[in-house]
Nanobody
Framework: QVQLVESGGGLVQAGGSLRLSCAASGSIFRINAMGWYRQAPGKQRELVAAITGGSISNYADSVKGRFTISRDNAKNTVALQMNSLKPEDTAVYYC??????????????WGQGTQVTVSS
């Protein structure tokens, strides 16, 4: 079994910054891609940023230049540094990881979600 545990959400004023973290634990052989998604009320879940095992990253156009994704392969963690936050960034943010378990099965896991609220 594998778990993803997120931390770092909260309330911030527009223009402020937050850092989200996600740690994977359990029966892990290798972690492939990791990413962050978000879901605002009444909207579909969308990809915010993703990073491969080789640390190649990609971003949604709406966050390019403001958000930075990073990972620490030794600690099985992924982080999302969010700067210049806007009210439209308000959403529940979910960590996502494609993990090859010690059984050699590969599955996609999700964190429990963390609320980010940006006030105007």
């Amino acid at each position: 079994q594998v778990q993803l545990v997120e931390s770092g959400g909260g309330l911030v004023q527009a223009g402020g910054s937050l850092r989200l973290s996600c740690a994977a634990s359990g029966s892990i052989f290798r972690i492939n891609a990791m990413g962050w998604y978000r879901q605002a009320p009444g909207k579909q879940r969308e990809l915010v940023a993703a990073i491969t095992g080789g640390s190649i990253s990609n971003y949604a156009d709406s966050v390019k230049g403001r958000f930075t994704i990073s990972r620490d392969n030794a600690k099985n963690t992924v982080a999302l540094q969010m700067n210049s936050l806007k009210p439209e960034d308000t959403a529940v943010y979910y960590c996502n990881a494609v993990i090859q378990e010690r059984t050699m099965l590969t599955r996609t896991y999700w964190g429990q979600g963390t609320q980010v609220t940006v006030s105007s």
